[in-house]
């Protein structure tokens, strides 16, 4: 039974397209978050909910929008999409301050 | 701001070796330090915490960290590695203090190889 699991796994999409990710956490915990992870690797944190409250949301795009319809789950929407928003998309949740459990991951390919 | 470094993009070692992977960290209050691991094509999994007391911190699969706090640093450490060690790894700093207390900042991660 997948703690966090995030659907789909891949997309393949064309620059100017909406899509979206979805995220559930079976884990019972209170936070979520999206974090984008570059083709170098790179982390960086976009998005955090605690409780369906948003707490942080970094210097992204107003093209990403996160939704938090309930606290086992925080989708991830993306408008008018461009080459650069290629990346993999994690979404983790945590109880534990900083003790993060993360999905595989969704690879975002724009063409 | 809070901020970590890990020096290397990469580090080899030799099955069997001990295996250090470096990080240094920098935050204006009391840091929370962590190690991930991610295996390809793979989310990241957790290893390992230190927040407060003994300054060396045990982890998953044997390994173990140590805090220094005069160097700022918190190495990843395993005393004899196993080829299934070879994965991406990330440290990571929360300061619980101030507007980022929520915020986990990871390093850019260190690739480990061990050869057979």
């Known amino acids: 039974d997948t703690a966090v699991s995030q659907t789909p796994k891949y997309l393949v999409t064309q620059m100017g397209n909406d899509k979206s990710i979805k995220c559930e956490q079976n884990l019972g915990h209170d936070t979520m978050y999206w974090y984008k992870q570059d083709s170098k690797k790179f982390l960086k944190i976009m998005f955090s909910y605690n409780n369906k409250e948003l707490i942080i949301n970094e210097t992204v795009p107003n093209r990403f929008s996160p939704k938090s319809p309930d606290k086992a789950h925080l989708n991830l929407h993306i408008n008018s999409l461009e080459l650069g928003d290629s990346a993999v998309y994690f979404c983790a949740s945590s109880q534990a301050p900083g003790e993060l459990f993360f999905g595989e991951g969704s690879r975002l390919t724009v063409l | 701001a809070q901020s970590v470094a890990q020096p290397e993009d990469q580090v080899n070692v030799a099955e069997g070796n001990p295996l250090t992977v470096k990080c240094t960290y920098s935050?204006?209050?009391?840091?929370?330090l962590f190690w991930y691991v991610q295996y390809p094509n793979r989310g990241l999994q957790f290893l390992l915490k230190y927040i407060t007391g003994d300054n060396l911190v045990k982890g998953s699969y044997g390994f173990e960290a140590e805090f220094n706090k005069s160097q700022t640093s918190f190495h990843l450490k395993k005393p004899s590695a196993l080829v299934s060690d070879s994965a991406l790894y990330f440290c990571a700093v929360r300061d619980p203090s101030g507007a980022g207390s929520y915020q986990l900042t990871f390093g850019k991660g260190t690739k480990l190889s061990v050869i057979p």
């Open positions: 935050v204006s209050g009391n840091p929370y």
